[in-house]
């Protein structure tokens, strides 16, 4: 069965860090990979999608980039963070096309002081 | 792009009333899906919509998609306390993209 770990689940870092985000999917090969942002009592924000290794779709500009340097690895960072980039990131995958569900990771809780 | 609206934002019921949500689109879907996300959790899949008129139920949940496929909606009869969450409605832009709804916010005063 097909599994996606996202960590850390929550993070507090100050104005002007760096910032790296991990999600792995592990029972299936070649998914979609998504990340999306809801800040707080919102819906739901794609920010970025993947397709395979290397090719990175940017929803929104940001302060935010991916990357995907593995075929299950997709990672978010940033350089220097905003207070506006605190909420909630969520991680997820599915099958290509998008005829089947989305799975989420648990998430990470960011807050920028 | 494809626009996904949801209404209402937010709804607050009494134990065991009714509670619906809305799904609109601003294109013709494909296929709609329907997710709850607890309070503090992630999105969880409940079910698919993909043939026009198509009506699904789950126990107490019914899903309808619409006959222009445009269109969706989520019905809880007799809503219990295990119902909170907020529920998001979710269309293929695409085959590449998922666009949520905006979401339904239920909360219940038991």
């Known amino acids: 069965s097909q599994t996606i770990h996202q960590w850390p689940a929550t993070l507090v870092q100050p104005v002007g860090s760096p910032l790296s985000l991990e999600c792995t999917v592990e029972?299936?090969?070649?998914?979609?990979l998504y990340w999306y942002r809801q800040a707080a009592g919102r819906g739901l924000q794609l920010l970025f999608y993947?397709?395979?290794?290397?090719?990175i779709s940017s929803e929104v500009p940001q302060n935010l980039s991916a990357s995907r340097p593995q075929d299950r690895q997709f990672i978010l960072s940033s350089k220097k963070l905003l207070l506006s980039d605190s909420g909630f990131y969520l991680c997820?995958?599915?099958?290509?096309?998008?005829?089947?569900?989305?799975?989420f990771g648990q998430g990470t809780r960011l807050t920028v002081v | 792009g494809q626009q996904v609206m949801q209404i209402p934002q937010y709804q607050h019921v009494q134990e065991g009333e009714d509670f619906t949500t809305y799904c609109n689109s601003s294109?013709?879907?494909?296929?709609i899906q329907w997710y709850k996300q607890r309070p503090g959790g992630h999105p969880v899949f409940l079910i698919q919509l993909v043939k026009s008129g198509e009506v699904k139920k789950q126990k107490r949940l019914t899903f309808q998609f619409g006959e222009a496929k445009k269109n969706s909606s989520l019905h809880i009869t007799a809503t219990q306390t295990t119902d909170v969450g907020t529920y998001f409605c979710a269309g293929p832009e695409g085959a590449q993209k998922l666009v949520f709804g905006q979401g339904t916010r239920l909360t219940i005063n038991p």
């Open positions: 993947s397709v395979g290794i290397g090719q």
């Open positions: 997820a995958w599915s099958f290509f096309p998008w005829n089947t569900e989305a799975f």
């Open positions: 029972g299936t090969s070649n998914p979609n």
């Open positions: 294109t013709t879907l494909s296929n």
